[in-house]
């Protein structure tokens, strides 16, 4: 049995979810998400909480239920709080910022790099070294975070470019450091 597939999700204020035949509706306040639901799995709602039961007991449905439990609270927690990646860049000379739409970046390359926003996701530039991605979609705020990590995946050995700022970067010693006098 899926332990996380059992767990009922709570709907908050302000939430509606709608469902309609396979696919399940979220609205609130930041945006409105759909997912389509397994043909062996069944979504039940009673009042304010929502349940993701199987139609049968094989070891597919078994793990969908519990994927696609956690795909609908993700969807409930995203309309109504959103998501956030927070990006660090790190280098000499490197610098971010907005620029309408647009995230321009001067990543030592000879030209300034320019990533535009993609609609449902928001790119903010506090400082010259941080990108916070904005969303309601959990899965589009890390697939754009990730796209824009990897315009400048960071070195190991100076640790220049572009990480998450939860990331651990070991930093390889340089070639002083392996010599032996």
């Known amino acids: 049995m899926s ?9 908050p204020a302000g939430v509606t979810v709608e469902i309609n035949g396979n696919v399940v509706t979220v609205k609130g306040a930041k945006a409105t998400l759909s997912q389509q639901i397994s043909n062996n799995l ?6 304010d909480v929502l349940h993701v039961l199987r139609k049968d007991e094989t070891t597919d449905s078994n793990a969908k239920q519990g994927l696609y439990r956690q795909l609908i609270n993700n969807m409930v927690v995203g309309v109504k709080d959103g998501y956030t990646k927070t990006l660090i860049v790190k280098g000499v000379g490197f610098r971010v910022n907005k620029q309408g739409n647009k995230l321009v ?15 449902g996701i928001t790119l903010e530039a506090p400082d010259i070294n941080t990108i916070l991605v904005k969303g309601a979609d959990k ?3 890390g697939e754009v975070a990730a796209k ?10 100076h640790g220049y470019g572009i990480r998450y700022s939860d990331e651990v970067l070991v930093l390889k010693p340089g070639k002083a ?5």
């Open 3 to 11: 332990r996380i597939g059992k767990k009922p999700i709570q709907i």
């Open 42 to 47: 069944e979504v039940k709602l009673e009042g």
């Open 105 to 119: 970046m001067n990543l030592g390359l000879s030209h300034p790099v320019e990533f535009a926003e993609v609609p």
């Open 139 to 141: 899965e589009l705020v």
């Open 148 to 157: 824009i990590r990897d315009i400048k995946k960071c070195d190991h050995y």
């Open 177 to 181: 450091a392996g010599k032996k006098k």
